[in-house]
């Protein structure tokens, strides 16, 4: 029978990180300045982020070494395993073999420590003693709380108000690896109170807490900001997952037919998949699906186009799928789900029909979860659960069809700190959010008009 996991040892993981920029099959369009319209520099975003970082952004080396002091907290988790759904094939009676790369296995649960720890590492180096950042469920406040433990360095985290109210224990967490975490929208910043005078009930959008986060950054002398997703060395980071795959796969004898992730801002995914998208571009038949929620459908409803990344106009311009800026989504449970627009890189990928996007309402993905719970055993983030819909749906079809395709999914974190959306599904109290198209053209109202370099 063949191996339910398929484990690399600690000197076979990848030594380097893919960056896919020199491989993409069209011109990545530059962030631009929003009152010139120039593409920025590195310069522009000195104030930000470490020097050695935006090199990253903006490199064309296709492989970047990863330092020796990340490699060794990286092996603390990684690598992580891959496993076979042989329980969910049989529950399903699919003849599909379906795997999952575990990204659940990581101190705080998620694929997120992948750059929480090279972007503190780079930081440090550079000398910067405080990280601001903004959180949406919890999970990316959490990874570089973390983080600011491993290498001493102070934590702020501004963190959504929904899903602080929702997930206290996420803040347990960021506040028991020391870092401080603020309800977002806060009276900390001048974006935050204009917020709270509008709305003193808002549930906040990770719009919001950038804003918020950048304004502390740029505030103070000793802070640095630090982004959780969208740009492309946090793309880069992740893809230590994706290579390692690569050899996962190649050691059960496989080659994906299908590759299935859930987007917030495109990291997990990116990281899973942009060693294989090489592969596709190349000639090799794999199918590639990013999943969201309808309720915040970025890739699948929201068109290819410039705007700010965040609520408060505060950052360039980026190329991307987009609802908005001022896009406040509904507060469905994927907390790491609700952002207005998804990285350049994947949004470029989705625009030249290399990934395939698709959404799902939320109560689907956790009758899929639950599915899932029953039968790996494992209980997924309600991120997660939207990848996993998408995998069942397909291995279903198999099963009508008879095809035995090899289907891969991201498993990018478990679901223990979000037991209360559980609940809320378990007691038929989950509500399905309907995102009406005068939703979307009236928050498209706010995306400015720019002529594209
Ligand atoms: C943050 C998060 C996501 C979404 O973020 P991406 O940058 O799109 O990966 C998905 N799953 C989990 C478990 C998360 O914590």
Not at 261 to 277: D, E, L, Q, R, T
Not at 413 to 433: C, P, R, V
């Amino acid at each position: 029978m063949a191996d339910a996991k398929i484990f690399l040892s600690e000197s076979e993981m990848p030594q380097a990180w893919y960056n896919i920029q020199p491989d993409l099959p069209a011109p990545l369009m530059p962030p631009l300045n929003p009152g010139t319209g120039e593409p920025i520099g590195p310069g522009d975003l000195a104030p930000l982020f470490p020097m050695e970082l935006i090199m990253q952004e903006v490199s064309m080396e296709r492989w970047i070494e990863i330092p020796d002091d990340v490699m060794r907290i990286y092996t603390r988790w990684r690598p992580s395993p891959l496993h076979r759904a042989f329980a969910l094939e049989e529950e399903l009676g699919t003849p599909a073999r379906i795997y999952y790369k575990n990204e659940s296995v990581s101190p705080a649960g998620s694929h997120k420590p992948n750059t929480a720890v090279a972007q503190a590492y780079y930081n440090k180096q550079e000398g910067v003693t405080r990280i601001a950042t903004e959180t949406g469920a919890g999970q990316w406040g959490s990874a570089l709380s973390l983080a600011g433990a491993l290498f001493d360095i102070e934590i702020c985290v501004y963190m959504v108000r929904i899903s602080y109210d929702q997930k206290p224990y996420r803040r347990l967490l960021m506040q028991t690896w020391g870092g401080e975490c603020i309800p977002s929208p806060s009276d900390r910043t001048n974006v935050g109170r204009a917020i709270l005078a509008e709305d003193p009930d808002s549930p906040g959008s990770l719009g919001i807490a950038i804003s918020e986060a950048l304004e502390d950054t740029v505030g103070r002398e000793d802070t640095k900001y630090a982004l959780g997703s969208v740009l492309n060395h946090v793309m880069l980071h992740q893809t230590i997952n994706g290579l390692e795959l690569k050899k996962q796969l190649a050691i059960a004898g496989e080659k994906p037919d299908m590759m299935i992730g859930c987007v917030g801002g495109g990291s997990n995914f990116a990281g899973f998949c942009f060693p294989f998208v090489k592969d596709k571009l190349d000639g090799q038949d794999i199918e590639i699906i990013a999943t969201e929620p309808t309720a915040c459908p970025t890739l699948t409803r929201a068109p290819y186009r410039y705007d700010f990344g965040d609520n408060a106009q505060m950052t360039p311009l980026l190329k991307m799928h987009t609802l908005g800026h001022k896009f406040v989504p509904p507060p469905i449970h994927a907390g790491g789900l609700r952002y207005h627009g998804d990285a350049p890189l994947g949004s470029l990928l989705v625009a030249q029909n290399v990934i395939k996007p698709r959404a799902f309402p939320q109560y689907v993905g956790f009758e899929a979860a639950v599915t899932w719970a029953r039968s790996e055993g494992h209980l997924p983030a309600p991120e997660t659960a939207h990848a996993i819909k998408a995998a069942i749906d397909e291995a279903l079809k198999c099963k009508e069809t008879g095809e035995e395709k090899c289907i891969v999914i991201a498993y990018s974190g478990h679901g223990h700190f979000d037991m209360a959306s559980y609940d809320a599904y378990l007691t038929g109290n989950l509500i399905d959010y309907e995102l009406p198209q005068e939703m979307i053209d009236e928050a498209m109202k706010s995306v400015p008009e720019v002529p594209e370099p």
